[in-house]
């Protein structure tokens, strides 16, 4: 039973996700209900949008008691970076300010692997557009550990090749369904990626934090489950944070590879104001019955917009909400009023894009 519930999750095939209650009580997820209230600063939590973690006790101990912990993430470099990677962007500011150490992987091998990118091209991507936008959105440079995958430390590889002799081949093909090399070898590279910041190299034993989408669970399963059996390295399991998926500006699931699914960060706004005019939204099928019935802002990408990255205060989120459902506001106004929104949060965003992209490619150019 278990073996086919984990291929409902695949981390190379994104498909949409309704039920995340479901996925806590399938999986053995914890829900993130008990620290609403004290990471309330946190928009993602306060809003229910991080909706579940695996031991972030650790990493709640860890603040509180200013002991050393890490936040490790992964960036698939595919396509544009949009609003739905700004989610893990946040979290790593956040986390960060908050005594974190950052490692940040660019995936180029995987990419490669399972989508046929090639290395130079992957490469270019991680830098020119995904670590240019960590920094433009604040995260500090000078406590961030940034690697390719296909370049980076020999401890490091060390640790990926003896990290394969704990998994069987039948505990992977439980967990990801049909394997084949690469997929073998891209699963046990991420599991070194995840587990190396405890290196004694840098910094030995420490909680490691790793905020993902729920479809990200098998490679987090596997780690642990490795983590949990090895004898070489002296390392506890990683804790991790799971957020529910942004949808896609014409609904389904958001997607780097689909320009009219997604808003990216570099993105002229006048393009993007164009994507907002034409997304679907919750509206009826009159003005008139709007007016009446009311609309439906679960349903809405404009929505959805303002309330994962555009409209930070709760009290005007609420009014935006009241609005929407009492039928005060038809979806056109709405239309505007986030497009107003989101340029204001593009030319600032942009604004700061030039400086970091040089910061970036130093990074990259530095050896680790």
């Known amino acids: 039973m278990q073996k086919r519930k984990m291929k409902e999750l695949n981390p190379w095939e994104v498909g949409e996700i309704k039920d995340y209650g479901k996925l806590i009580k399938e999986f053995g997820m914890k829900p993130m209900d008990d620290y609403r209230i004290k990471y309330d600063d946190l928009l993602y939590i306060r809003r229910g949008i991080i909706f579940g973690h695996r031991d972030f006790n650790l990493i709640d101990e860890a603040i509180e008691k200013k002991k050393p912990y890490a936040l490790m ?34 995936a180029d091998i995987e990419s490669y692997l399972m989508r046929g990118i090639p290395l130079d091209v992957a490469r270019k991507t991680a830098v020119e557009d995904y670590l240019t936008n960590y920094l433009a959105l604040g995260i500090n440079p000078e406590n961030l550990t940034f690697w390719f995958q296909s370049d980076y430390r020999t401890e490091y590889y060390r640790m990926r090749d003896l990290l394969s002799k704990r998994p069987t081949f039948n505990e992977l093909k439980a967990i990801y369904g049909e394997l084949s090399t690469g997929k073998i070898i891209s699963a046990l590279t991420q599991a070194a990626d995840i587990l190396h910041p405890q290196l004694k190299e840098l910094g030995g034993k420490k909680p490691v934090i790793v905020p993902v989408g729920a ?39 958001m997607s780097s590879s689909d320009p009219k699914s997604h808003i990216s960060l570099l993105e002229e706004p006048k393009k993007a104001i164009k994507k907002v005019m034409g997304a679907k939204t919750g509206g009826r099928e009159s003005a008139e019955v709007q007016r009446k019935k009311g609309g439906r802002p679960d349903q809405c990408m404009i929505y959805e917009l303002c309330l994962y990255h555009l409209v930070p205060d709760d009290i005007e989120l609420a009014r935006i909400h009241a609005e929407c459902v009492s039928g005060a506001t038809l979806c056109g106004d709405c239309k505007k009023r986030c497009a107003g929104f989101l340029t204001t949060f593009l030319e600032e965003h942009q604004k700061k894009v030039a400086q970091a992209r040089k910061t970036a490619e130093k990074i990259a150019k530095k050896k680790t």
């Open 73 to 106: 993430t992964g960036l698939m470099p595919s396509g544009a970076f949009h609003f739905g990677h700004k989610m893990v962007a946040d979290e790593i500011k956040y986390f960060q300010d908050n005594g974190a150490q950052i490692f940040i992987c660019a």
């Open 215 to 253: 479809d990200q669970d098998p490679h987090i399963r596997l780690t642990r489950d490795i983590a949990s059996r090895e004898t070489e390295y002296d390392i506890i399991p990683p804790a991790a944070t799971y957020h529910k998926f942004m949808g896609g500006l014409q609904g389904g699931k």
